[in-house]
């Protein structure tokens, strides 16, 4: 059982590439999340999405687009990268339940320059 | 505004009890959660508290006050494998997380 993978795992662009992340679970769970990881911050949530052909916006969605079209897929998109968005991106999903924890994958670490 | 408070850094000896704590000013409150993350890797569940009181789970155990909007984790018998970040977050009334920065333990022989 593989949980959720990401790939890449680790990526260099130059600033105004574009480039596409990739979340896969293999855990029938409804609900996937794109997050931030940056020093001396909390995780800051990107995009979600609540179901197959769903997205909505979070914290800092602004340079990011997402889609879902199959339930078990997240893509997170930067159409024109910028050093800003150099950062640590989680995937993460769970099943609907509230209380439910979250399942996470092993991270890209992404680099602008 | 929305806010999670945790200590930066913590220092601990090999065996020993440590506590991390959490305070949180939320819109709402639906749940408060603890993961361990350990450097470069994924953030894991550790606990899930949503009413008030202690949940133990082995040498793991934590705390929360609603009123008083606090939570700690408090970590038992000390391993150097325990050495890693512990990361507090709250749902709030959109049932969204708010994630705190982390406090990185540090676990000296």
């Known amino acids: 059982n593989a949980g959720v993978t990401q790939t890449p795992k680790f990526r260099v662009l130059k600033t105004g590439q574009s480039m596409t992340l990739l979340c896969a679970q293999d855990?029938?769970?409804?609900?996937m999340y794109w997050y931030r990881q940056d020093p001396g911050m909390g995780l800051r949530l990107i995009h979600y999405s609540v179901g197959e052909g769903t997205t909505a916006k979070g914290e800092v969605p602004d340079g990011y687009n997402v889609s879902r079209l199959k339930k078990q897929n997240f893509l997170l998109g930067l159409e024109s990268a910028a050093p800003s968005q150099t950062s640590v991106y989680f995937c993460a999903s769970r099943q609907g339940i509230p209380s439910e924890k979250l399942f996470f994958g092993s991270g890209t670490q992404l680099s602008v320059l | 505004g929305q806010n999670i408070d945790q200590p930066t850094e913590m220092t601990a000896t090999e065996g020993a009890i440590v506590q991390i704590n959490c305070t949180y000013q939320t819109s709402g409150f639906n749940g408060l959660f603890w993961y361990q993350q350990h450097a470069g890797e994924a953030p894991t569940f550790l606990s899930y508290n949503v009413l008030d009181g202690l949940e133990e789970k082995g040498r793991f155990s934590s705390f929360l006050s609603r009123s008083k909007g606090y939570s700690y984790l408090l970590l038992k018998e000390l391993q150097m494998k325990d050495s890693a970040s512990y990361l507090c977050?709250?749902?709030?009334?959109?049932?969204?997380?708010?994630w705190g920065a982390g406090t990185k333990l540090i676990i000296k022989p």
């Open positions: 977050a709250v749902r709030d009334s959109n049932y969204q997380l708010i």
């Open positions: 855990m029938n769970h409804e609900y």
